[in-house]
């Protein structure tokens, strides 16, 4: 599992280092050109493929951070900086969409003439560049890290094919208001997209169910197990995008532990197969478990009536 893992490691490295390169020089180009032909279009293109190098950036160190192996003091290891990568990334273009929508209703308040046939022209590159790293990334896209990047370059991808097509209408009609609106256009897509990233990583931070998954059903599939009486306190999170863990207690007959053995092979089995869940915790009883209600410890009764003098 861990060589398997060290191998996409290392194939997500590499592509993230080319994706590097070929943004770096994108965001050089579209940075000149939209100076010279004063579009907006263009310019928001650029500030969007800054922050698309930035999130190239901080998604390589993670996933060279994620790599290394758990330790004494990171049991887990680390794979949540990939997560956390993805949530800043997000947070990035989140603030550079409302910059956007602030420079497009400046430039429909006081419009700018701009140049068409440079846009179209670094517009189509854009395409090809976007569209190429957007290939590679699908196929390293194995964790919600890449698919960050990923979701990042599609929208990239859209974004300037939406820049060409304006280009074309502003050649055509001389209508430099398309400019700003385009603008407006990218910058929905952006906070879209961003706001998606954010509340998978928020949950895989704040340790929720991950998508897809419930807990009933996972109770259920437990309970559907031989030898199994019962199941309760189920905690099931997300360690990182795609490595999920569970823990609960399952209450059994009391019986020598070469036989509970079997149980707990059959559930791991099961937890694997059905919910992608490798990382387990179980705890078997064959008493009454003091939260096997509700799945909380209960407040003692001394404890509970027991209150300051008032003065």
Known sequence: MHAHNHSHGEHSARVLRLSLVATFLYVVLTVVAGLRAHSLALLSEAGHNVTDLLALVLSWVAVFVQMRPPSSTKTFGYHRAGVLAAFLNALTLV??????????????????????????????????????????LYKAAHDVNIRSVFIHQIGDTLSTAAVIAGGWIILWTGRNWVDPVLSLGIGCMILWSSLGIIRETLNILLEGIP?????????????????????????VWSIGSDRHALSCHISIEDIPPSESEAILRNVNRMLAASFHIHHTTIQFENAVCEIAHGCVIPVSHSHQHSHPERV
């Open 95 to 136: 603030a550079i969409a409302f910059y956007i929508f602030y420079e497009a209703v400046e430039r429909l308040y006081r419009p700018v003439q701009v140049h068409p046939t440079l846009m179209i022209w670094v517009a189509a590159a854009g395409v090809v560049m976007n569209g190429a790293i957007a290939w590679f």
């Open 211 to 235: 998508h897809g998954m419930s807990v009933e059903h996972i109770i259920d599939s437990i309970n559907a197990i031989d030898g199994v009486n019962d199941v309760h306190d189920v905690h």
